[in-house]
């Protein structure tokens, strides 16, 4: 595979172009995005945007049809070795092997990775309460999730890749899993890739987030740049409206009667502009939320309409 | 409100009610961000705010330690960000039905409160 693009220094993860077509449908359009060393990277998106789709070809399950990956500097697909030994993952879809003992699965998950680190292995499981000889389909669903979570960490990955790990756990495991990602990171510089419905959770512990919307990346770069760029402002009009104000530059229009809440990105002085034009009178600027930009452009009719690409 | 900005109010008052006394060191980022489960740079931020606003003062190699002296800020700058505070608890005072007699009371007696805890 040519590569035109010359690998930067700092990138754990580079992907150039990546387009997937699962039969009609365009699960992956054109998506390019770079993942620095030492950042913890906080991928977000409805269900079936292509959040997993774009794990499984960093993990190399899937080969990009067009465009390239590169983890590490290395195509993942076709030296899986050098690739999968480096990376710790954790899914939503914990297949673990439920026959099992809580014991034999570490000893069994140890002889694939040579830098398996025993005793914090052993320092985890019992921070995780996990009994040794306990099997694995006896386990609730909140253990099965910190054993995945341990065997993704006892290697001391250079890359944590968790695909919706917090997904329909609860806070005390849910707590686990972000202290994970922040022990990851402190720890001399390690990459932290995390795919999230839970935006607060993205907010607290992201430095860089990007954002799919249908295949398409809307958005990626510094969550600050992220904050920054949009602005909400509460928009009050004289007389109350029936339908929401169709406003130039809008990202989204929410509310009611006198006053709807208005979200942007970018264009900040333009959008003021044409409140005024269609009467209305700017009450009060916020600075939006994760929640309330990715509730704003899942609103928009594209919300990839005003797309800005930051390399990060 | 951002949650650096969180780190530096919640910092400020640990040390105007002196559960943080002068000289005493902070908490290490690493350490501070795995207790709030917030990313690293994020108490990075808040620990230069905090520096630049004159509360903290970092010595090379060493840590990061609550200043001797008072705040560096022009007095204008200080009574500017008060202003604000001030702005958003009358506003809140006024929602609330509560007097503003009663608001200047309330804040003798948290004075005092605050005062006394520092002894």
């Known amino acids: ?312 | 409100m951002p949650i650096y900005l969180q780190i530096v109010n919640q910092v400020k008052y640990l040390v105007a009610s002196g559960r943080l006394e002068a000289g005493e060191e902070v908490p290490p980022i690493r350490v501070l961000a795995q207790q709030l489960l917030v990313n690293p740079n994020t108490v990075a931020r808040a620990y230069l705010e905090l520096e630049r606003a004159g509360v903290v003062t970092k010595r090379q190699g060493s840590g990061t330690y609550v200043s001797e002296a008072g705040s560096p800020l022009a007095r204008r700058e200080r009574l500017k960000i008060l202003t604000q505070r001030a702005d958003a608890l009358l506003a809140e005072a006024r929602h609330l039905n509560v007097e503003f007699d009663e608001v200047i009371k309330l804040l003798r007696e948290r004075h005092d409160v605050l005062t006394q805890s520092r002894k």
């Open chain 1, 1 to 312: 595979m040519k590569t035109d693009v010359s690998p930067q220094k700092n990138a754990v993860i580079e992907i150039h172009g990546l387009r997937r077509r699962f039969g009609s449908k365009l699960a992956l359009n054109d998506v390019s995005l770079t993942v620095s060393r030492g950042v913890v990277f906080g991928l977000v998106g409805e269900n079936g945007a292509g959040k997993t789709t774009l794990i499984k070809h960093v993990l190399g399950l899937l080969k990009a049809q067009s465009g390239s990956v590169r983890v590490f500097g290395l195509n993942p697909v076709t030296d899986p070795v050098g690739v999968l030994g480096r990376i710790g993952y954790l899914s939503e879809q914990r297949d673990l092997p439920l026959w099992m003992r809580v014991d034999e699965l570490l000893r069994y998950t140890r002889a694939f990775y040579p830098k398996w680190d025993a005793a914090y292995a052993e320092q985890l499981r019992e921070q995780f309460g996990l009994d040794p000889a306990a099997r694995i389909k006896h386990l609730s669903r909140g253990e099965c999730a910190k054993a995945g979570l341990l065997l993704a960490l006892a290697h001391r990955p250079d890359l944590l890749l968790l695909d919706e790990p917090s997904s329909g756990l609860d806070p005390v495991v849910r707590r686990d899993i972000l202290e994970a990602i922040i022990r990851t990171v402190a720890d001399e510089g390690r990459t932290v890739l995390f795919s999230s419905h839970l935006l607060d959770e993205i907010e607290r512990v992201a430095d860089h987030v990007a954002m799919i919307f249908a295949g398409r990346l809307a958005w990626s770069g510094p969550l600050d740049d992220v904050k920054k760029s949009h602005h909400q402002f509460v928009v009050r009009f004289a007389s109350p409206l029936s339908s929401p104000p169709v406003i130039a530059g809008a990202l989204s229009a929410t509310g009611g009667g006198h006053e709807w809440t208005v979200v942007c990105d970018g264009a900040r002085s333009e959008l003021m502009a044409a409140v005024s034009r269609i009467g209305g009178t700017i009450v009060e600027e916020r600075s939006p939320s994760l929640d309330d930009i990715f509730v704003a452009r899942v609103g928009a009719k594209d919300a990839t309409a005003v797309t800005k690409i930051v390399p990060c």
